[in-house]
């Protein structure tokens, strides 16, 4: 019996862009949050994972990431770990896959040094794509992520995202991310995004609007 075969697999992903173009690694956007006051936000995402498949549907991780959210006091999060991941489902029209690591997360936070941290957790997500009538995609991601040092300062997040092409290149793509940090010094703990409009080939910028709560 032959060993199954190997299947690196490595990607980086930038979750946000900016709709002026005078940013264009992040976004940066002010909106009416309520009558007489303004929301202002600065949030940028970035990830890298590198998958090592040692079976057909078990594979190891390496990944990390690094946040900025204005919204939510948080002037940098950076996180580094590894662990498992495992294909629950896998067939010509949706997929799940679950993932667990071990991490460390350090925390920097706008408004005060003294609330900084160094915590040691571990990332819990999944992932799930169906496909639609259509040529259409549904994705779902979510994630919880607990500290173990510290179990005040935990994280949760998920995200929607449906595309559905209209025309050649062009797709309508509307989504939702919602985020929560349980231990801002101020501000929103919890923020949701509505986006975004955009087209296969990337001519457009995103669309993006801020809500904080």
């Known amino acids: 019996m032959t060993a199954p075969p190997r299947h690196p697999q490595s990607h980086v992903n930038r ?56 919204a939510q006091d948080l002037d940098l999060e950076q996180i580094y770990g590894a662990g498992i991941g495992w294909t629950a489902i896998k067939n010509p029209t949706e997929e799940l896959d679950v993932k667990s690591t071990l991490q460390y997360e350090g925390q920097t936070f706008i408004s005060t040094a003294s609330q900084d941290q160094n915590l040691i957790g571990s990332t819990v997500s999944g992932a799930w794509t169906a496909k639609l009538p259509f040529r259409s995609q549904f994705k779902q991601q979510v994630s919880w992520t607990p500290a173990y040092n510290n179990p005040n300062a935990y994280s949760a997040a998920e995200t929607n995202a449906l595309t559905v092409p209209f025309f050649k290149s062009l797709a309508l793509s509307v989504g939702s991310n919602e985020s929560y940090l349980n231990d801002p010094p101020r501000l929103a703990a919890h923020q949701t995004q509505f986006v975004r409009v955009h087209d296969r080939a990337d001519l457009f910028d995103q669309i993006e609007i801020l809500i904080g709560q």
Do not use: C, M, W
């Not at 002026?20 to 936000?41: N, V």
């Not at 949030?43 to 998958?51: C, K, L, P, S």
């Open 15 to 70: 979750l946000q862009r900016l709709v002026r173009q005078d940013h264009p690694a992040g976004i940066l956007q002010r909106r009416r949050h309520d009558p007489g006051k303004q929301f202002e936000s600065s949030i940028y995402h970035a990830d890298a994972e590198r998958d090592e498949y040692f079976s057909p549907r078990v594979y190891a991780l390496a990944q990390t990431s690094f946040d900025h959210n204005f």
